[in-house]
């Protein structure tokens, strides 16, 4: 028989505030373990074909710098949907910001010489106007510039383009609805 004190410890509970950069730290985690799973093909709600410049399952580097920006973008794009009108711009950006550093911290700290930082930067500013851009128009549109980057062959963009989206908002819409109760502090 568990306790209240038990039953307490085992039910999850949102944190009620997070700070920046606790947000960025948490969204950063996120981001990984979304990663990962596209990579291990763990995630097999909305799996993405692999695509044939890959070599024994495993991806080349430029597609795999493009999945890491594309689970950066979705993340950043539920985490912007949450906060809209409930936070001041300026604060929902210092949150994102502490994201970004958070991830390309962790690249550094993995093998990433800091010398090829800002280039993937710029990379991540480029597609996040594409993504942002797409997304407005509508979610199909984004899968198919997502798989266009990720692929650049027009047949696999065709196969990949459907389940980009719902990985999406596989990622967008948990993230706003875990968001939502959250409170941002300084």
């Not at 710098?65 to 949450?82: K, V």
């Not at 994102?96 to 911290?105: K, S, Y």
Request: net charge negative; proline share 5%.
């Amino acid at each position: 028989m568990h306790s209240p004190v038990m039953n307490d410890l085992h039910e999850f509970r949102a944190p009620q505030h997070m700070t920046t950069d606790e947000l960025g730290d948490n969204l950063a985690r996120l981001v990984w373990e979304s990663f990962s799973d596209f990579l291990s093909r763990d995630d097999v709600e909305t799996p993405l074909p692999r695509l044939a410049s890959w070599k024994d399952d495993d991806p080349d580097t430029q597609s795999a710098e493009e999945a890491l920006i594309f689970f950066m973008w979705a993340h950043t794009r539920g985490t912007q949907l949450a906060f809209l009108g409930r936070a001041p711009d300026e604060i929902i950006r210092k949150g994102l910001d502490a994201l970004h550093r958070a991830v390309f911290e962790d690249m550094v700290a993995h093998g990433t010489p800091n010398a090829q930082l800002p280039i993937f930067e710029q990379r991540v500013s480029a597609r996040y106007a594409e993504y942002h851009q797409a997304a407005s128009e509508s979610d199909g549109r984004l899968g198919e510039v997502v798989s266009r980057h990720l692929s650049g062959d027009p047949k696999e963009c065709r196969e990949m383009a459907f389940a980009i989206t719902e990985r999406a908002i596989a990622v967008a819409n948990p993230l706003r609805d875990f968001l939502e109760e959250v409170e941002r502090v300084d």
